[in-house]
């Protein structure tokens, strides 16, 4: 159905992007850390053998803490430690304010100065929005939505996806 209302596929791997994986299948993951079919997905995607791209989808008006979520995940990645992050805001989604997003920034080692710096930063700001808008324009309404050879899989992956991306495509 999201094919339908696309406007353009999602953008391919960039330098900013945060890719994880070397080989296998390229999925673009549209996610949102206060999902939790995104913390399932997450889990399913990690023990397979694709390179996965992360592109935030906050939705807000679901998820009130969604964009101080991509917000902190970002603050972690100029730090180098983005999937430190990633992984552990869907490892604990219920522990999402500020006091626990500082505890998992000191647990990273990262500068927790830096941290705060960078998380309210416009730039920041500016690149979780871009990444909504690559996903608006590729028609993402739910989340998560992946992106296998062109086409969306809006939702928990299908075991015949699953099974195809374990194949190797």
């Known amino acids: 159905m999201a094919e339908s209302l696309s406007s353009a596929e999602p953008p391919p791997p960039g330098p900013d992007d945060h890719v994880r994986g070397d080989s296998g299948p390229l999925v673009i993951e549209y996610g949102d850390y206060e999902c939790p079919y995104c913390a399932r997905t997450d889990v399913m995607l990690a023990e ?6 992360f592109r935030h989808f906050p939705v ?3 998820h009130p803490r969604a964009q101080a979520l991509a917000r902190a995940a970002e603050a972690a990645g100029s730090q180098g430690r983005f999937w430190e992050m990633h992984d552990s805001l869907f ?5 999402l304010d500020d006091p626990h997003l500082w505890r998992r920034a000191e647990e990273l080692g990262l500068d ?7 998380r309210r930063s416009d730039a920041t700001l500016e690149r979780v929005r871009r990444d909504f808008r690559s996903g608006v324009r590729a028609g993402v309404m739910t989340t998560p939505t992946l992106f296998v050879d062109g086409r969306a899989y809006a939702g928990i992956p299908a075991p015949e996806l699953i099974e195809r991306l374990r194949a190797g495509g």
């Open 48 to 53: 397979l053998p694709v390179r996965r791209v």
């Open 112 to 118: 927790l100065e830096r941290f705060e710096r960078d």
């Open 91 to 95: 490892a604990d989604q219920g522990h």
């Open 60 to 62: 807000p008006s679901k």
